[in-house]
């Protein structure tokens, strides 16, 4: 196994543990996002009150809670790190890919989860405090949609490469066998 196959599978465990931790985090919110994308808020008139409390003390939380979610993405940036740094067309293609899709989950959270996450704790309307949770919960399933496509082009881009390894090994024994025969 060369150096290249040991970073690309290095770089595979790095972003699938990433993502897996991202899946985590935000599976324990779904207990509170379901009610807000899934059903009616009016047949659950507990959701509203449960979810408002849990991401008031989300966005309340000590700060090292906080910066647990940037050790992930440092994790998640040195495995695409070390597949870009391999420079193939494969891993520039799967892993810019996996970066887009990373940078949209990410600024998907910037841009409405902490704002309305934010708003929260300002608003005392319903219907304010509804479309905030709404849209929380319908960030949060565009997050996992994003999370979902990075680990099916790690896996693809991973399961290619070693069938393609298999290929180059198969080739270049064929040749010599052949030549063996002719004489």
């Given at each position: 196994?060369?150096?290249?196959?040991?970073?690309?599978?290095?770089?595979?465990?790095?972003?699938?543990?990433?993502?897996?931790?991202?899946?985590?985090?935000?599976?324990?919110?779904?207990?509170?996002?379901?009610?807000?994308?899934?059903?009616?808020?009016?047949?659950?008139?507990?959701?509203?009150?449960?979810?408002?409390?849990?991401?008031?003390?989300?966005?309340?939380?000590?700060?090292?809670?906080?910066?647990?979610?940037?050790?992930?993405?440092?994790?998640?940036?040195?495995?695409?790190?070390?597949?870009?740094?391999?420079?193939?067309?494969?891993?520039?293609?799967?892993?810019?890919?996996?970066?887009?899709l990373?940078?949209?989950?990410?600024?998907?959270?910037?841009?409405t989860?902490?704002?309305?996450?934010?708003?929260?704790?300002?608003?005392?309307?319903?219907?304010?405090?509804?479309?905030?949770?709404?849209?929380?919960?319908?960030?949060?399933?565009?997050?996992?949609?994003?999370?979902?496509?990075?680990?099916?082009?790690?896996?693809?881009?991973?399961?290619?490469?070693?069938?393609?390894?298999?290929?180059?090994?198969?080739?270049?024994?064929?040749?010599?066998?052949?030549?063996?025969?002719?004489?």
């Open positions: 196994m060369s150096s290249s196959d040991r970073m690309q599978s290095v770089k595979v465990v790095l972003i699938l543990c990433s993502c897996f931790f991202a899946f985590g985090s935000l599976w324990s919110d779904w207990a509170f996002d379901y009610y807000f994308l899934w059903t009616s808020i009016a047949d659950h008139p507990h959701a509203v009150e449960a979810a408002t409390l849990y991401y008031k003390q989300h966005l309340n939380s000590p700060d090292l809670i906080k910066y647990v979610p940037f050790v992930n993405l440092l994790i998640a940036a040195f495995g695409f790190a070390a597949g870009l740094a391999n420079m193939t067309d494969g891993n520039i293609l799967f892993d810019g890919a996996s970066l887009v990373m940078l949209f989950a990410l600024s998907t959270f910037a841009s989860v902490r704002p309305a996450m934010q708003s929260l704790e300002e608003s005392d309307i319903s219907s304010k405090l509804i479309d905030n949770l709404k849209n929380i919960a319908a960030a949060h399933f565009m997050m996992v949609l994003a999370i979902s496509g990075i680990i099916l082009l790690q896996v693809t881009h991973f399961i290619v490469s070693k069938r393609s390894e298999k290929t180059v090994v198969k080739a270049k024994h064929t040749p010599k066998t052949e030549a063996k025969k002719s004489q």
